[in-house]
């Protein structure tokens, strides 16, 4: 089946240590997504990318970094300059070029201060 | 500026009654509207969306809505809840490109 694929589910980060998440999809997809997303508020944009080897800051990108090789894969790099890591991060694909396409999500990782 | 409201942050209803979940948006250009919903530590789902094509849209697991452009408004619907409908759901707005604008959310309790 065709879908976003998250990992870790759930993540514990020390104090001053990188992490990654890593997103895969298979959906033949160009745009991929990394949203935010705190207790009792909507999703907010970390990164977005449209192409291969193009990304593009959303609204709360400090303290975060991406890359994007593959057209398959947009990982998401928690660094120590996030001071509020805890968050449940969702990635999303979806059918570039307009934006009347829906967003497609993975189930998310959990992530924690340890 | 775009934004979209959702207009109520809970809402709390009976199995086998109808379910009204209110969104309201702000846009200079005709977006696309979305509503997804969520389960506990689950991704977003896609319900339905609206494209400029008919105003009245038909979703998935009985859901449906209706875009009204002279009150900026587009509701969710169904007219009988199911125990399974508990989740969080959340209207969305694309008015062209990559900004796509989420509501916070409303979260719908269903009683047995």
């Known amino acids: 089946d065709g879908g976003i694929t998250q990992s870790p589910k759930y993540l514990f980060r020390k104090e001053g240590q990188n992490v990654t998440l890593s997103c895969e999809q298979n959906?033949?997809?160009?745009?991929m997504y990394w949203y935010r997303q705190d207790p009792g508020q909507g999703l907010r944009l970390i990164y977005y990318s449209q192409i291969v080897n193009d990304f593009q800051k959303g609204d709360i990108a400090e303290g975060y970094s991406v890359s994007r090789e593959k057209k398959e894969s947009f990982p998401l790099t928690v660094t120590s300059a996030q001071k509020n890591p805890t968050a449940f991060y969702l990635c999303a694909s979806s059918i570039a070029g307009s934006g009347n396409q829906p967003q497609h999500f993975g189930d998310g990782t959990r992530l924690s201060i340890l | 500026a775009q934004s979209v409201t959702q207009l109520d942050s809970h809402v709390s209803v009976s199995e086998g009654t109808p379910v009204l979940l209110r969104c309201n948006y702000s846009s200079s250009y005709s977006p696309s509207l979305f509503w997804y919903v969520q389960h506990p530590n689950k991704g977003l789902q896609l319900l339905l969306k609206y494209t400029s094509a008919a105003t009245l849209v038909k979703g998935i697991n009985g859901f449906e809505a209706e875009f009204k452009k002279s009150e900026t408004s587009f509701h969710l619907t169904k007219p009988s809840a199911h125990m399974s409908d508990a989740a969080e759901y959340f209207c969305?707005?694309?008015?062209?490109?990559?900004?796509?604008?989420f509501g916070a959310g409303t979260r719908l309790f269903v009683k047995a």
């Open positions: 969305v707005a694309n008015t062209g490109g990559f900004k796509t604008i």
């Open positions: 959906l033949n997809h160009d745009a």
